[in-house]
């Protein structure tokens, strides 16, 4: 199998005339068709909703795409809860899954009505004493341990910062009540970038067991079980990638086994994805201006960790392609450098690809989440532009590049 750009050669020269590389590509027809095939997966349920988890990719057009399609906004700080306000997001269209939370940012979050999704027991006391209690709220649940589908360990939820233990959430439950709540919600995140379609099931299920639980201990009945982020997608062109209406109808199975019988057949399912939903429909696209043969083979291109975090700081696999060249040998071994004074910043080492020359356009896969947004300025470098590939083909600048006088904005007047 091998990853295909959703553009063509003819399409990007096109583009990189109008725009200077490098520049992250988002396409808006994947985009729409992905998340309408999210929407059919859980159609079972009625009050089924997608929350996009902002952090993934905050371009305003990108989130009004996604409202159109019937998505709410998953946040977690203040400028993400202000860009869900500004793009129209209010009330319930606004999860705020935010952890060791300021002030101000819980504030925010009640003003704008959202559903705040309480992370720690003592955070009731401290949201309280900020911004009062509202009356329908969710909590986070973390079960410990490690998460394992069949005998397979995914992630180590006893290792993260998040979420409450059953005890802990338990009596938030029962605190929440007597503080006058009406409406309850639970969530977990257990395992990240899973390439399974176990994973939701299997989170399900557990979610599922332990609110019959609480409704039994508690007398508190939920209201929506929100399965969070962690449907992954496969970075490597060699694995298979998940089936979200495999994923739906396994949810289904399971809600249907476990609420349905225990009378919370009602109980609304909400995701909130931001990988699933957008990584693969983003490519940094770049131009090689160096070659370098010393102890290894080196090609430079223009854009550098700053632009793409994953690979330096993860290790990330990121496919590339070398537009012109799809069907050319993989015979040349290279490193791809950025051009930071950081030997991590390599999009990737030791990678079979075709002969690469001087003024090549790359474009590296599955940016579309977690790219852009990563992006910081170390160096001085700047951040990119980002373009929309519209359905009809014509491109849009959803954001411009940064210039030096961004770089140097808040220095003005501090010694500049
Ligand atoms: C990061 C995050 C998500 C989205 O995760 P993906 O891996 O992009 O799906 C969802 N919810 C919370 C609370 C998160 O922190």
Redesign the pocket.
Known sequence: MNKVPFVTKEQLDKITEQYPTPFHLYDEKGIRENARKMKQAFSWNPGFRE?F?V??TPNPTILKILQEEGCGT?C?SLTELMMSDMCGFHGDDIMF???DTPAEEFVKARELDAII?LDDITHIDFLKEAAGIPKKICC?FNPGGKFSIANTIMDNPGDAK?GMTKPQIIEAYQRLKELGVEEFGM?A?LA??TVTNDYYPTLAKILFETAVEIQEKTGVKLSFINL?????IPYTPDKEPNDILVIGEGVHRVYDEVLVPAGMGDVKIFT????????PYGHLVTKVIHEKHTYKEYIGVDACACNLMRPAMYGAYHHITVMGKETAPADHMYDVTGSLCENNDKFAIDRELPEIAIGDTLVIHDTG??GFSMGYNYNGKLRSAEILLKEDGSTQMIRRAETPDDYFATLRGYGL
């Open positions: 929350y988890a952090k993934a998953d977690s899954s935010s952890n999704n986070r998040y969530h995140f990240s970038n969070s982020g962690g449907v992954g909130e994805l931001g990988r699933f939903m957008l990584a989440a977690h």
